[in-house]
Nanobody, 127 residues
Framework: QVQLVESGGGLVQAGGSLRLSCAAS????????MGWFRQAPGKEREFVAS????????YYLNSVKGRFTISRDIAKNTVYLQMNSLKSDDTAVYYC????????????????????WGQGTQVTVSS
C-alpha cells in the first residue's frame, strides 16, 4: 500500500523560501509520476509540478516556473519541492500525489489519475 507523507510547510515572508518533502513508501515507484498539488481556501485543487520517477522528466504550472523546482531522491524514496521567491498567492495546503503511469506535459496536471495522496502540509506566505 502506497503511503505519502509530506513535511516542510510553515509560515514564511514574501520573497522567502521553503522546501517541501514527500516520503513515499509501500512499493517501488518505477513507472510512476509524482506530483505536487495545492489548494487554497475557497479555490479548486491546482497542479503545481510533476516528475517522472524514472528519468526525472518534469512539468510545471506556468506561474511557478523559475521559482519552484521539483526533484526526487531515488535512494531515499523522497520527492522534494523547492520553493523560492514565494508570493502571497502561493499560500495553500500542498499535497504530494502519485500516479501509477507516465504522463506528458499538460496531461500531468489532471488530478484524477493520481490515486495516492498525502495528508497535505500548510504553506502560508505573509506579505
Amino acid at each position: 500500500q502506497v503511503q505519502l507523507v509530506e513535511s516542510g510547510g510553515g509560515l514564511v515572508q514574501a520573497g522567502g523560501s521553503l522546501r517541501l518533502s514527500c516520503a513515499a513508501s509501500g512499493r517501488t515507484f518505477n513507472g510512476y509520476t509524482m506530483g505536487w498539488f495545492r489548494q487554497a481556501p475557497g479555490k479548486e485543487r491546482e497542479f503545481v509540478a510533476s516528475i517522472r520517477w524514472s528519468g526525472g522528466v518534469t512539468y510545471y504550472l506556468n506561474s511557478v516556473k523559475g521559482r519552484f523546482t521539483i526533484s526526487r531522491d531515488i535512494a531515499k524514496n523522497t520527492v522534494y519541492l523547492q520553493m523560492n521567491s514565494l508570493k502571497s498567492d502561493d499560500t495553500a495546503v500542498y499535497y504530494c500525489a502519485a500516479r501509477s503511469s507516465y504522463c506528458l506535459g499538460a496531461a500531468c496536471t489532471n488530478y484524477l489519475p493520481y490515486d495516492n495522496w498525502g495528508q497535505g502540509t500548510q504553506v502560508t506566505v505573509s506579505s
